[in-house]
């Protein structure tokens, strides 16, 4: 007769370590993602066009409070 060990519980499994080589392939290609739309916004004047120029921008309830940044703000941003 042979005994089967009892299955793991869920916070047994949530603390369990894990191979972290999938994240690491997500979040370099995400980053790729992320320098290619930049550069494009950058490249099309879209920062300009999208986001600086608009006489209205769009709010969202509890954060009406954000505003465009003045000047070259939002180049910054983007550059960050």
């Known amino acids: 007769m042979r005994l ?3 299955a793991p519980t869920f916070v047994q499994r949530l603390f369990a370590p894990v191979d972290i080589g999938l994240i690491v392939v997500f979040r370099v290609a995400f980053g790729c993602c992320m ?3 930049v ?3 950058f490249a099309k004047s879209w920062i300009d066009t999208q986001f600086i120029r608009p006489a ?3 709010k969202y309830y509890g954060c ?6 003045p000047g070259n703000g939002m180049y910054v941003i983007f550059a960050l």
């Open 39 to 41: 550069c494009r916004y």
């Open 4 to 6: 089967e060990a009892p």
């Open 35 to 37: 320098l290619i739309e």
């Open 56 to 58: 209205f921008h769009f």
């Open 64 to 69: 009406e409070w954000v505003q465009v940044p």
